[in-house]
């Protein structure tokens, strides 16, 4: 007991030495964009592909050490790794064990979710839906006046999904004039509201007083969203417990306009936008948490171990994952500061990390699928050759033993496990890229909120898969249709209560089958004329409108009110 205790003792206060004699290492670490506000030029992107770890180390280190010999310095002289795997000691239990949630839909969530727009309305409070009206409503008092019709929950959920059914079409770059076309548009669209109600949706929806905003905004670059994107990421964990693999990684939302602290990132399609941390599940890409990036504080310091805080925040609320991230996270620290939460780490290592010995670094003499492993009481570190001087460097402190595949290319079993949980957050972004309904806008909190229902309808189709499982079981593009039928569910309230009703024939059609389910197989019995011909609606007892619509059954001329009321005019029926 006395040589455990004296052991843990001894890792620790190299824990501790290590923090504080590479701390500045690590706040020199470059990140993974460029701020646009005078900081261009000080940080690379992230590299996630072990693939692109690869490069020529001979003659790099003129003390190498022989990889046959017992034992490893590391380059800071601190930490001592050996060649062969420690014996095994009773310690850390399985994650099977410590996992104390059963992966999947939370009780919470199985109990609420009774359709499809209930699972997508589980992300969003009351006290967010109050205060994206009580919001809205201010701004558009202030730009509309008197004439401003104050909006409640069913505008929004309408407005919602119009933006979601824009995404689901691949139109959320077209213009808004075209969607609402009579020819070439959708017939939804002009069903559920006016296209200037759309476009003055888009002017005044807001997320905090702008009023009040300068008290606050410089001691918070997120204060024009903060409240709803707060509100918003504690409802994440509360729904769904990810598996036991957990991804930790930066999303790019594309933004192009003024933003202090947009970001410039080549290896990404959009190349500038906004970074967002993310944890997901490896499995099902399930946005667990997530984490605005703002660039550099306030007073222009850059913040020192940057990777190290963003996985443990990410990771909050965890017990008995295995956490894989990328080499701008990994570090030996890291490791030892997950295990004390009872998490696990797996993640390419960058070779310049002074924890790292020598003879994992360099590949002179190295045969090509070779793999050299090196182990302390907590961590594994592993050196693969798939080219001839190049050489992958991954780290973990899930894996205790050597161990290598029997396959062409003898991958360790660390790679193949880092291959399989990597892309949690990459299938997020690509999932969300598919059917964005992020339109083009000028204003930052805008695009953040569309990305905040892109996630959320991700969610949500995550969550109703599985609580689910049967629906469309078999069918392609199941993602797809829970969209459609997700925006079409949204857009029901407000097309049952519309006073107002289209003149075109498909989206009364359309409008007609809403209001009425038993009238769906039953065609629309309206027909519209030249407009040289107008007359007075025969159904209008006072004030009689004047028409270009006729009964298709009777031919007499009835206004649009009651052409939508009774599908006829009154002699038919």
């Known amino acids: 007991m006395s040589e455990r205790c004296s052991a843990a003792e001894t890792l620790d206060s190299l824990t501790l030495t290590l923090l504080e004699s590479s701390g500045e290492e690590e706040g020199d670490l470059p990140d993974c964009g460029l701020e646009s506000s005078n900081d261009q030029g000080s940080e690379t992107d992230n590299q996630t592909e072990f693939d692109q770890d690869y490069e020529d180390t001979d003659g790099e280190d003129s003390e190498e050490q022989d990889p046959g010999e017992g034992t490893y310095e590391s380059k800071n002289g601190e930490i001592a790794w050996t060649a062969t795997a420690p014996i095994q000691t009773p310690g850390r239990a399985p994650a099977e064990r410590v996992m104390k949630r059963t992966p999947g839909p939370t009780r919470f969530a199985c109990s609420h979710v009774d359709n499809i727009r209930s699972a997508f309305e589980l992300f969003f409070s009351l006290e967010t839906q109050e205060t994206l009206i009580d919001m809205t409503n201010l701004e558009g008092k202030r730009v509309y006046g008197v004439s401003w019709k104050e909006v409640d929950w069913v505008d929004f959920q309408a407005y919602f999904g119009l933006l979601l059914l824009a995404g689901v079409y691949r139109s959320h770059n077209e213009a808004t004039m075209s969607l609402w076309n009579a020819d070439t548009g959708r017939a939804i669209f002009r069903a559920t509201m006016s296209m200037r109600a759309f476009e003055i949706m888009t002017r005044v929806i807001r997320f905090d007083n702008r009023d009040t905003r300068p008290a606050y905004w410089r ?3 997120l204060a024009a969203i903060r409240k709803i994107w707060d509100k918003w990421v504690e409802h994440l964990p509360l729904m769904y417990n990810p598996g036991r693999e957990v991804t930790v990684d930066e999303c790019l939302v594309p933004f192009r306009g003024r933003c202090s602290f947009k970001q410039y990132m080549p290896s990404k399609p959009a190349r500038y936008g906004i970074k967002i941390w993310a944890a997901c599940d490896s499995k099902t890409s399930y946005a667990y948490n997530m984490q605005i990036y703002t660039g550099k504080p306030a007073d222009g310091q850059r913040e020192k171990n940057l990777g190290m805080r963003v996985v443990l925040d990410m990771s909050a609320g965890l017990q008995g994952h295995t956490i ?10 890291l490791g030892q500061e997950l295990l004390k939460r009872k998490l696990g780490m797996l993640g390419t290592v960058r070779k310049n990390k002074p924890e790292l010995p020598s003879a994992l670094v360099t590949t002179r003499g190295r045969e090509k699928f070779s793999s050299v492993f090196a182990f302390t009481s907590t961590h594994t570190l592993v050196s693969y050759c798939p080219k001839i001087h190049k050489n992958v ?5 899930v894996h205790k033993e050597a161990t290598v595949s029997t396959a062409e290319k003898r991958k360790p079993d660390i790679i193949l496990d880092y291959n399989k949980t990597k892309g949690g957050v990459d299938s997020l972004d690509q999932m969300v890229a598919a059917y964005t309904c992020k339109r083009k806008s000028n204003r930052w909190p805008m695009v ?11 969610n949500a189709f995550v969550l109703w898969s599985e609580i689910n499982p049967a629906w469309n079981a078999g069918k392609k593009f199941r993602r797809r249709i829970f969209l459609e039928e997700l925006g079409k569910a949204l857009v029901s309230p407000q097309i049952q209560r519309r006073k107002s009703v289209p003149r075109g024939a498909a989206s009364l059609m359309m409008l007609n089958r809403i209001r009425q389910p038993s009238l769906e197989n ?3 019995t309206s027909t519209v004329i030249s407009p040289n011909k107008r007359k007075r609606c025969h159904a209008c007892t006072s004030n009689r409108k004047k028409t270009s619509t006729v009964c298709g059954k009777c031919r007499e001329y009835i206004c649009k009110e009651h052409s939508v009321t009774i599908t006829c005019c009154h002699k038919c029926k």
């Open 324 to 333: 894989t991230c990328d080499n701008y996270f990994t570090s030996y620290a």
């Open 219 to 221: 001691d918070d670059k």
């Open 393 to 397: 460097l991954l780290m973990s402190t």
């Open 448 to 458: 953040v909120f569309s990305n905040m229902l892109d996630v959320s309808a991700l």
């Open 522 to 524: 039953i065609p629309c």
